[in-house]
């Protein structure tokens, strides 16, 4: 089976539909028996797809991934919206260091990379720790 992304050449619609092979579609529409499904038309011709990538590699390369980073997050304080002042405290010596993690907008982090402050950004979204259900 082959699906389609189909568009009728009168409205504009875009609909998709599933075939045998592209010969299948070639003869149902030449035979016109494709139509469109919101006014009936046979005016119908195929519409720029995205193509389908089957998904190469180690499928478990995620669930891995947040394994990790779960892993080397218990051992670090959330500071949430409070991370890029710690983080600055932190290099500046105004507090201990330690490991914490939280979060920043990108022009802040910018900032704190210029300024030399050691950060890095996870590589998965983090759920704070208030909001897990």
Known sequence: MIVFDLQCRGGGERFEAWFDSNADYE??????????????????????????????????????LAAMQAEMLKNSEWVGDKFVE?????????????????????SDAKALVEEGVPIAPLPLPVVPPGQVN
């Not at 710690?86 to 990108?106: D, Y």
């Open 27 to 64: 003869r149902q529409a030449k035979a016109g028996l494709v139509q469109c499904p919101y006014c009936a038309s046979t005016e119908v011709e195929k519409a720029p797809m995205a193509p389908s990538v089957p998904r190469k590699g180690d499928a478990n390369a995620l669930a891995r």
């Open 86 to 106: 710690t983080a600055r405290a932190m290099h500046s010596g105004e507090i201990e260091p330690g490991l914490v993690h939280g979060q920043a907008r990108l």
